[in-house]
């Protein structure tokens, strides 16, 4: 029976009532100190569930020794079900197998995938046996990977009738995102019930609930023994206590079981075969444990024994000499049967750098990274460094710590390391390979300025393999943060890279070279895609079938096709074809080449061709910044909810892989969206939170917002600002500074950014581009004709705001001519159009100047929006489920458990009128 812990058992009960009652999951944190009772209330919460051999109930004990081995505690909480993985999708498969000491990972898999694989195996289970228990106890000692791996499922747990319960100790296991419940000591009360059935007297009675300060075990440990009077004005803390307590009962215990206790503890994983095996080497054995047993120190179970508390395990090495510790490490390697216990007890026994001993940490280290425990295998490397005679080669381990601890998504670490390997290093190739590290960091803390530069001017001494690929990074963070200087010079360095000379080009303004070279490159990254995912017959799909020119398709079948295109992700390329690491690379880099040239359609394809990959081969930690190229395709083609989605996707991806910092300049590609509708309020709380050299999209967002609600000289005045840095004023931003100084009667301020945006958009001929450049002309000419052939082009075009402002412009225009009733049909339009866009700002303008022609209606009936309806997550659910894509398929997709597919779908269905899948399809879901 537990004593005062009715609330916790209360709340434990709840989550496991949910869980079968409703289907739904939850997960929590229990938080204590030692001895506080977590593992009692585990335990409890175990019992609650049936026992009818199906698994209800999956447990894992973090193990101190086990936690430097990639996967260790994961392998003890699934090795029951481990017959299980063939049920999953097969990356999912593979990548828990990887893990659970199966086959080496497969080369570019993501380490996440293990997550979303315990996700699907855990929501299976659920629905299978009913309600599933996952107890994680002393969650502190977690091997880093399987830490990870849960967190990325429990994080993602919804309504598949699942509860993850962890057990950590104060101070540990931190930054979890999980709810938690701290136990408090117990009350004098409680102390007293729970010491009732001790034969104790009076006044020890007493002495013991002062000295245990409400601690259970502190309770039950001095209950035993008798507490005795605490020194000096400043007792130890309660665990200290306790400690002290074992100490003394292991101090009675023979010398011989003493050793065996040690052994034992120094061995970690309870593995009684490696124990009596070293154990012969020291001269005891099994006999010695009997008094241990005897005084209920351990427990021994088959080929396990247990300390009854951790902290037995603790008195036990640290209560021993440094000689004689040392002595049963050495033991324990010599007679090791397993290579990462022989290097983790051949370090533990090194009093003094050993190049062989290094090595043996460095092979394990290896090991880790084949299984994907890139944070292990940090650790390991750092150990390897430390135990390494040679600067230079601890400066090469350390570098390679780094970037390994890098990858694991800790960039203050990461940054330590690399910097404590220079300063023991002065070789130019290493040198480099840490430039890479720093560079990495300082991009990801939000200064790709600073990593531009260190990219390149680093790449000549980099390794061959290396150099162009620095130079390439090093010129697109350059070109996307303004520091131009280092665009030029990767230029020189790489002569025969197009990609970079382009982005050249275009830092000196020559748009007539630069753009083409980009779009050129665009057009045949989007061939090889098509290509390599099967998609060849899209003739029918991107371009008339006449012609196979997306320019002479209708704005509506554009805008049809982009719909489904950039709302799934690609989700129809579901092709089997393995493609290289290399074309995944350039895919992304020519997604956001077709941004900078405004090629909508390539980047929506391009992009959604990248999300489609990394979500067929999970490759879950490449997809925020994918998913941030797509919600800005989105945005420009007029897919606001789908680009809402997109981004909200990816900000929960960027927390669940451990890169939180991503959030801001994530939440900047919204910021267009909240300027078009006039949301100050939330345009100024995204701005915020973007580091500054990633300004560029909240800044010409704020001047957007100023010309929305007719604040044209501070429009202008942030548009001339923007001016001053090339890379951040985009060319939509030029011709957005041509409106706002014509309407604030200075013409004269704008035309060169007249010049440089007529100059771009002729150089790429994107039909919108070339449709805006004629309304600039109309602009500044005050004439008819350039209104007329702009709006023709609209018709070919794909941006709905864009094309809205023309004819609220051109509405304008023929109001003031005294031509009313001409000037009703754009206006209508308009107004059509920022309704659906729900740009507030413009539509008012447009109704008031429709209301000025003598027109009192003011507004169009429009069907209702029906994705306005959903959630980010219903809206992405529903749009698959629309295109016949199974719930387990969809899961995969978004990385969630088909229940919680099934529970998105259940919730959307009322929302749009509807009761099934079936009804889906006859629905149409569009925002323009």
């Keep these: 029976m537990l004593y005062g812990r009715n609330n916790e058992q209360a709340r434990i009960a709840g989550l496991l009532t949910e869980a079968r009652d409703h289907r739904r999951s939850g997960a929590l944190v229990l938080r204590g100190e030692a001895g506080i009772g977590k593992s009692a209330l585990l335990a409890e919460a175990a019992r609650l569930l049936p026992t009818d051999g199906i698994p209800h109930v999956l447990r894992v004990t973090g193990v101190e020794a086990e936690s430097g081995i990639a996967f260790a505690s994961l392998t003890q909480l699934l090795w029951p079900v481990r017959d299980r993985l063939d049920t999953l999708p097969t990356p999912q498969a593979a990548a828990l197998r990887s893990a659970l ?19 699907t195996l855990l929501a299976d289970l659920a629905d299978e046996g009913g309600p599933l228990l996952c107890v994680v106890d002393d969650a502190q000692w977690l091997d880093t990977p399987t830490a990870e791996t849960l967190l990325f499922a429990a994080r993602r747990l919804a309504a598949e009738g699942v509860v993850m319960l962890f057990a950590a100790r104060d101070g540990a296991f931190t930054g979890t995102g999980l709810p938690e419940l701290r136990l408090e000591r117990l009350e004098q009360r409680d102390a007293e019930r729970l010491l009732a059935t001790r034969d104790l007297s009076p006044t020890v009675r007493a002495r013991v609930i002062q000295e245990a300060a409400g601690n259970p075990l502190a309770l039950q440990e001095l209950g035993v023994s008798g507490a005795r009077p605490s020194d000096g004005p400043n007792p130890l803390p309660v665990a200290d206590r306790v400690l002290a307590s074992f100490r003394d009962q292991i101090g009675r215990l023979p010398e011989g079981t003493r050793l065996v206790l040690l052994i034992a503890a120094a061995e970690g994983r309870g593995h009684m075969p490696s124990q009596l095996r070293a154990g012969r080497s020291l001269g005891v054995g099994l006999a010695d444990l009997e008094e241990a047993e005897r005084a209920g120190l351990v427990s021994v179970t088959g080929r396990d024994i247990e300390f009854r508390h ?39 026994a090194a009093m003094a750098p050993d190049e062989d001993v290094a090595v043996d940490v460095q092979n394990a280290a290896e090991r880790a990274v084949r299984r994907m425990g890139y944070a292990t295998a940090a650790t390991l490397y750092r150990q390897a460094a430390d135990l390494t005679p040679s600067a230079h080669a601890r400066a090469a381990r350390l570098g390679a710590a780094a970037s390994l601890t890098l990858q694991a998504g800790r960039l203050d670490e990461a940054a330590d390391l690399a910097v404590q390997a220079d300063a023991l290093t002065g070789d130019p190739a290493e040198r480099a390979r840490l430039a890479r590290v720093h560079a990495t960091v300082e991009y990801e803390r939000g200064d790709p300025r600073a990593a531009s530069r260190m990219l390149v001017a680093h790449a000549a001494d980099a390794a061959p393999g290396e150099h ?15 520091e131009l200087t280092a665009v030029l010079r990767a230029a020189e360095l790489l002569p025969d890279d197009r990609a970079t000379q382009a982005l050249a080009l275009l830092a000196r303004d020559d748009h007539a ?48 096709r982009l719909r489904v295109r950039g709302a799934n992700g690609a989700a129809h390329l579901t092709g089997t074809h393995e493609e290289p690491a290399a074309d995944s690379a350039e895919r992304v880099r020519s997604a956001q080449f077709a941004l900078i040239v405004g090629a909508d359609e390539a980047a929506l394809e391009l992009a959604g061709a990248e999300v489609a990959h990394c979500r067929r081969h999970g490759l879950i930690g490449a997809l925020p910044n994918i998913l941030q190229t797509l919600a800005q395709a989105q945005i420009a083609v007029g897919l606001h909810a789908d680009a809402e989605a997109t981004v909200a996707e990816a900000i929960a991806l960027a927390r669940d892989t451990g890169r939180p910092h991503r959030e801001g300049r994530l939440g900047a590609v919204l910021a267009r969206i909240a300027a078009i509708e006039g949301n100050e309020t939330r345009l100024r709380e995204l701005v915020a939170e973007v580091p500054p050299p990633h300004g560029g999209l909240g800044d010409s967002a704020l001047a957007l917002l100023d010309l929305g609600l007719g604040r044209c000289e501070d429009a202008l005045r942030r548009y001339e600002e923007l001016a001053h840095e090339p890379a951040r004023h985009s060319p939509q931003s030029a011709a957005d500074q041509v409106e706002a100084a014509v309407r604030a009667g200075q013409p004269a301020r704008v035309k060169a950014a007249l010049k440089r945006f007529r100059s771009w958009a002729e150089a790429g001929e994107q039909p919108w581009a070339l449709a805006v450049s004629l309304r600039c002309e109309a602009l500044m000419t005050d004439s008819e004709e350039p209104y007329q052939q702009a709006i023709r082009l609209h018709e070919q075009a794909t941006r709905p705001f864009e094309r809205a402002r023309t004819l609220l412009l051109y509405g304008e225009w023929l109001r003031r001519a005294r031509r009313r009733a001409e000037a009703r049909v754009p206006l209508r339009s308009a107004i059509e159009i920022f309704e659906r866009l729900r740009a507030t700002p413009w539509l008012e303008r447009a109704r008031a100047e429709l209301r000025a022609t003598g027109e009192s209606g003011g507004s169009i009936p429009t069907a209702p929006d029906l994705i306005d309806r959903l959630t980010p997550q219903e809206l992405q659910v529903v749009r698959l489920a629309a295109t016949g894509t199974s719930s387990r398929d969809i899961a995969a997709q978004l990385f969630l458990s088909p229940r919680t597919v099934e529970y998105h779908l259940y919730k959307a269905y009322p929302k749009l009128g509807i009761s099934s899948r079936k009804e889906l399809s006859r629905l149409t879901l569009e925002t323009s």
């Design 468 to 482: 162009a690929a620095m130079l390439r990074t090093g010129a697109m963070y350059g070109w996307a943060s303004g």
């Design 513 to 560: 070279q630069g753009v083409p070279l980009l779009t050129e490159l665009v057009e045949e990254a989007r061939g090889r895609t098509r290509v390599a995912n099967g998609a060849a017959h899209t003739r029918s799909t991107h371009g008339s079938p006449a012609t196979g020119d997306p320019s002479r398709t209708s704005a509506a079948a554009v805008s049809s």
């Design 101 to 119: 000491g199966g086959p080496e990972a497969v080369p570019g898999r993501d380490r996440f995938t293990t997550g979303l694989a315990v996700l």
């Design 310 to 348: 951790p902290l037995i395990g603790t008195a036990s090495y640290h209560g021993a000499v440094a000689a004689q510790r040392v002595a049963v490490h050495r033991a324990l390697a010599e007679t090791a049967d397993d290579d990462d216990c022989r290097a983790r007890h051949r370090a533990s």
